[in-house]
Structures are given as structure tokens and as C-alpha cells.
């Protein structure tokens, strides 16, 4: 990786909602094993001590956790956030890379259960279990 603002090699733009666009953007690795998404920490997701604010986190999670379970289900779900519960472990600078891995636990006929690890690093900052509403497509 090179400059600041760079985005490491490997993760490519994925098209998603305009309020994530707002956020800066996702990114995903498509060869990685897992649902690999990343996020590059801007002073506009900054709290007043300088660092990644927790609500950006937070989206940032549920954002990650929603694509991967729809990755992994594969037929055209969507899904919603029923819950969401999340653990802050270190904090987060600005300029920095999160990256998010998402595991999807289980995948039932109307709920998805993910669990999402977000890294700085090689520093595990957070992690976040997320409950998701199977929208299957109608027929």
C-alpha cells in the first residue's frame, strides 16, 4: 500500500447504498476466504477525541454483516437488522484501515446469525454479533 488514502491491494469497490457512499465507501476482497469488506477511517467519521467515532464502527459492522449474509445465502435474500450487539476493543485512528470479517453462523428460513470481526491492523478493535431477517424474494 502506498499514500495515506490508499486502498490495500487486493480490495475492490463494491456498488452499494448511497448512505454508505456517503461514509466513504466499501470495499471487499473477492479472493479472500472469508467476507472480507474495508473501510478507510476519515476525520469525518472522527469523535471529539479524534478517533473513529462508535456509531461508524457500528454501521460499519452492521453494513458488513448484512453483505456477507446475503453473499452467503446466494438466492436473492435481503436481509434487516433484528439486533445487533457490539464489543470496543481498541480505538481506532484516523487514516486508518478497518477491516471487517464477517461469519455467517447459521442461516435459518427467516433469520441469519453472522458474527463480524473488525481489524486495524493487526489489532482486533471490534467485534460484533448480528441477528439478520431473512427478506426472501417474493415468487
Known amino acids: 500500500m502506498s499514500g495515506g488514502n490508499a486502498v490495500p491491494e487486493g480490495f475492490v469497490p463494491l456498488p452499494t447504498s448511497a448512505f454508505v457512499e456517503h461514509l466513504g465507501g466499501l470495499y471487499h ?10 473501510m478507510r ?5 472522527a469523535n471529539v477525541r479524534g478517533r473513529a467515532h462508535g456509531g461508524f464502527l457500528a454501521t460499519a459492522v452492521d453494513v458488513a454483516a448484512s453483505r456477507g449474509a446475503r453473499a452467503a445465502m446466494a438466492d ?3 436481509v434487516s437488522t433484528m439486533t445487533m450487539t457490539l464489543d470496543y476493543l481498541a480505538p481506532v485512528d484516523v487514516g486508518e484501515w478497518i477491516e471487517l470479517v464477517t461469519t455467517v453462523d447459521r442461516i435459518g428460513g427467516r433469520t441469519v446469525f453472522t458474527t463480524c470481526r473488525v481489524t486495524a491492523g493487526d489489532r482486533l478493535v471490534a467485534r460484533g454479533s448480528v441477528i439478520l ?4 424474494p417474493r415468487g
Not at 133 to 136: E, P, T, V, Y
Open 29 to 38: 476482497r473477492p479472493e479472500a476466504p472469508e467476507h472480507t469488506f474495508g
Open 41 to 45: 477511517v476519515g476525520p469525518e467519521h
Open 133 to 136: 431477517a431473512r427478506l426472501r
Open 76 to 78: 436473492g435474500s435481503g
